[in-house]
């Protein structure tokens, strides 16, 4: 039971580059979700998603493209990459059918460099 | 949107001392605050949780209160050590939604030996 995988665990990128963050989880959750992490900011969502084939914005989503073709993963994408989105991202998941619900466990974060 | 403001923003204490962090939501429809540690260049993990319907929770050094009135919930640390050293964030859910949170900015504490 490995919980929430992200890959890659790094990865530096040129302005205008693309690239896919994969997160899997192994728990069987609903809910999957994607956040970044920069520093002062705390956790910001940027998408989420409800259930398999479904996504919604977060607070932050501009840039950023998602997609739930199957319920235990969870990709994000950057098309064109700025140095903006030079962050560490967070994936995330949960349940409402625990015992116990609603506890996010997250990923062990990818660090995304653009230059 | 939810807003959640976290408050200090650093927190140095001395090894034995008891640390509080607190927070205020906006959303009335909040219902559920979790608090979570994380360690230098690691994953966000839950350390506690506390739902709209109790008002205060404890899990052996740590406790959480919850003033559902006032809009404000707080983290109580006591006995503190230094792997207690890390950043911790408050979270609020969103418009009732308990799937969905909106997290504070963190307070970087500080326990000195």
């Excluded at chain 1, 995988?5 to 963050?21: A, D, E, H, Y």
């Excluded at chain 2, 509080?20 to 219902?31: L, M």
């Excluded at chain 2, 911790?88 to 009732?96: D, K, P």
């Amino acid at each position: 039971n490995a919980g929430v995988t992200q890959t890659p665990k790094f990865r530096v990128l040129k302005t205008g580059q693309s690239m896919t963050l994969l997160c899997a989880q192994d728990m069987n959750h609903e809910y999957m979700y994607w956040y970044r992490q920069d520093p002062g900011m705390g956790l910001r969502l940027i998408h989420y998603s409800v259930g398999e084939g479904t996504t919604a914005k977060g607070e932050v989503p501009d840039g950023y493209n998602v997609s739930r073709l199957k319920k235990q993963n969870f990709l994000l994408g950057l098309e064109s990459a700025a140095p903006s989105q030079t962050s560490v991202y967070f994936c995330a998941s949960s349940t409402r059918t625990g015992p116990p619900t609603d506890i996010q466990y997250f990923g062990a974060g990818t660090r995304l460099s653009v230059l | 949107g939810e807003n959640v403001e976290q408050h200090p923003s650093t927190l140095s204490v001395q090894e034995g001392d008891s640390a509080v962090i607190k927070c205020t939501y906006s959303d009335s429809a909040s219902n559920y605050f979790p608090w979570y540690k994380q360690e230098l260049g690691k994953r966000p993990q839950l350390i506690i949780d506390i739902r709209s319907n109790v008002g205060e929770k404890k899990d052996q050094r740590i406790a959480v209160t919850l003033n559902k009135t006032a809009k404000h919930f707080s983290l109580h640390i006591t006995e503190t050590q230094p792997e207690d050293s890390a950043v911790y964030f408050c979270a609020a859910s969103i418009g009732g939604s308990n799937y969905k949170l909106t997290f504070g900015k963190g307070t970087l504490l500080t326990v000195n030996p």
